[in-house]
């Protein structure tokens, strides 16, 4: 792998890599790759400001995620529009209204108004106040990891040091597929494995464009750039949490443009689980789709991602909700349908009840009148005050048309309207927040003057 990072060259160096100083070329052997992943941590917790609520990373454990990235935004009440603050702030206290999703992305819109060199201290400011869930950091260089370092240090009233030994958030390194390795992701990378927060190595491998068209091809490229990244995290910090990252599609071979919930996203999804459980590293995938608008395109292709996400007992499916046009968008509409959709597959995953009532005898037993509806098993699930009303409304054709009419996406534009309505501050001790301002104006002040 070509990296352009001197301090990396000299690490593979030193670890006995063939390093070539003026390709910037990196070769690393099997003991290499083999001594870095035994110190890599199987498993561990991440744990935000809200240590109620660990995330654990590894195992069968699947963690949800929100959309992370997008430029742009959109719902039906305002329509496109370039990323801002206000809709950030939106967005995630959305993130923070649904159980279902366990975290954060990086930056859910680009706030494009504010200045590029510190916007993102303004957006974890925001998710540290609005939410008390884990984010993803971003690690374009050193200095916007310290920035998340201290900051949530602050938010968790810690140390720099107590927070080496207590993750609390990570960061997507990006492999620039193929087989190169930027210097500010670099910097990145490092900054993160010497404070003990996790690196989400994510080789962005598109079937046909950044690696051979075939899957097999793909995989072969997508492991490689993985594991030789991780292996400069151990080289960084041994012991350092590392998660298996991927990010394997393919592009439409007539236009070249990327295309995502296909079957060989899915498939990419799985392999690369299996591949996690292999190296004992905890594993991150993603929900993706390419529609353009929240439709039946979007929901079928994202439905595909996340059936192969949970089947590939995923611990991370980074931007699990509001995806939209292949990540140039961030949409509120599509988060209701991803929640939804997340939901069911969470209640795919757990038994059918713990009160013993469930049994296979009590589900199948043929009633009477041909249905369950009217059975003691399936009544005693409801109240008088859900299924009347429910009776009623089906009897009722005006009732029908003030709700049962409307299409999935005019539901979802109620649903996140409410929802907002709905939306609950996480408190914060008055000092904490106090201090994580007076923060951010100083890091705006030296950043200003030219600092890191």
């Not at 670099?186 to 075939?214: C, D, K, N, S």
């Not at 996203?265 to 591949?275: D, S």
């Not at 939901?343 to 038994?351: G, R, T």
Request: aromatic content about 6%; glycine content about 8%; proline content about 6%.
């Amino acid at each position: 792998m070509k990296i352009l990072n001197a301090r990396a060259l000299e690490l593979f160096r030193k670890a006995g890599a063939l390093v070539d100083l003026e390709t910037q070329m990196v070769r690393a052997d099997e003991s290499l790759i083999t001594a870095a992943l035994k110190t890599a941590p199987e498993r561990f917790d991440l744990v935000s400001r809200n240590r109620s609520r660990p995330l654990p990373m590894g195992g069968n454990a699947i963690n949800f995620g929100f959309v992370s990235g997008p430029p742009s935004v959109h719902c039906n009440v305002k329509g496109r529009r370039s990323g801002n603050m206000e809709d950030y702030q939106n967005l995630i206290r959305l993130a923070q209204h649904f159980n279902i999703i366990h975290m954060l992305g990086g930056q859910c819109c680009a706030p494009v108004e504010l200045p590029a060199n510190t916007r993102h201290l303004d957006v974890y400011e925001a998710d540290l106040v609005l939410t008390d869930k884990s984010f993803l950091g971003s690690a374009i260089g050193r200095g916007r990891i310290l920035d998340a370092v201290n900051m949530v240090a602050i938010a968790k009233g810690m140390s720099i040091e107590e927070m080496k030994k207590e993750p609390a958030f990570c960061a997507v390194i990006n492999v620039n597929s193929p087989r190169l390795l930027d210097d500010p992701l670099t910097e990145g990378l490092i900054a993160l494995a010497e404070h003990g927060q996790p690196v989400v190595v994510t080789p962005f491998t598109l079937m046909g464009a950044m690696t051979p068209v075939t899957l097999s091809a793909a995989m072969v490229q997508q492991n490689a750039e993985a594991l030789l990244t991780i292996a400069l995290t151990q080289l960084v910090n041994p012991g350092a949490p590392v998660i298996y990252g991927a990010f394997t599609s393919n592009v439409d071979m007539k236009s070249g443009a990327p295309a995502f919930g296909t079957p060989e996203n899915a498939r990419a999804n799985i392999i690369a689980g299996q591949l996690a459980r292999r190296y004992r590293l905890p594993y991150r995938s993603s929900n993706c789709n390419a529609s353009n608008i929240v439709d039946a395109q979007a929901t079928y292709e994202s439905g595909m991602s996340l059936w192969s996400t949970v089947m590939a007992h995923t611990n991370i499916v980074l931007h699990g909700a509001g995806w939209l046009e292949g990540g140039l968008v961030a949409s509120y509409e599509k988060v209701i349908l991803d929640v939804e959709m997340m939901q069911n597959m969470a209640a795919f995953l757990e038994p059918y009840s713990a009160d013993g009532e469930n049994t296979v005898e009590a589900i199948t037993a043929a009633p009477p009148g041909g249905h369950f509806f009217g059975t003691e098993h399936t009544m005693a699930r409801y109240e008088k005050a859900f299924y009347e009303p429910l009776l009623s409304d089906w009897q009722n054709h005006g009732a029908w048309e003030a709700s049962g009419s409307k299409t999935a996406t005019e539901r979802a534009t109620l649903l996140w309207q409410k929802a907002l309505e709905g939306y609950q501050q996480p408190p914060m001790d008055e000092a904490i927040r106090e201090e994580l301002s007076a923060y951010v104006a100083r890091r705006k002040l030296e950043i200003g003057a030219g600092e890191p």
